[in-house]
């Protein structure tokens, strides 16, 4: 399932079969995808590897991708800590060189 168009997840299943699939993929009905289609509709060999993918995955049993957000969220902040160190340690020196200026003029 997606954000933008409606979710093809279980397609095949909710269709009942690749004449159904084959059919509404030939004109969909949906809000987002009917604008984008009837200005360049899909050929009948898309047509037919679509519904033959989405077949596939149907008796695969693969209903749902995987959720990646939990490592991406963690490596996230893993990388920002790395970060703070590394210019902590290349900037170490910066405020007490400012510092030292400043009370040497004044």
């Known amino acids: 399932g997606g954000h933008l168009g409606p979710d093809l997840t279980a397609v095949y299943g909710r269709l009942k079969g690749r004449k159904a699939l084959g059919a509404w993929l030939s004109a969909p009905a949906s809000a987002v995808m009917q604008p984008v289609f ?5 050929e009948s060999d898309e047509i037919l590897s679509l519904v033959a993918f989405l077949g596939a995955e149907a008796k695969s049993g693969s209903d749902r991708a995987e959720d990646h ?3 991406f969220t963690l490596a996230g902040i893993v990388i920002a800590a790395v970060l ?4 902590d340690v ?10 030292r200026t400043l009370v040497e003029n004044s």
């Open 84 to 87: 703070m160190v590394v210019f």
């Open 69 to 71: 957000s939990l490592p």
């Open 38 to 42: 009837s200005e360049q509709p899909l």
């Open 90 to 99: 290349l900037w170490r020196n910066r405020f007490r060189s400012v510092r």
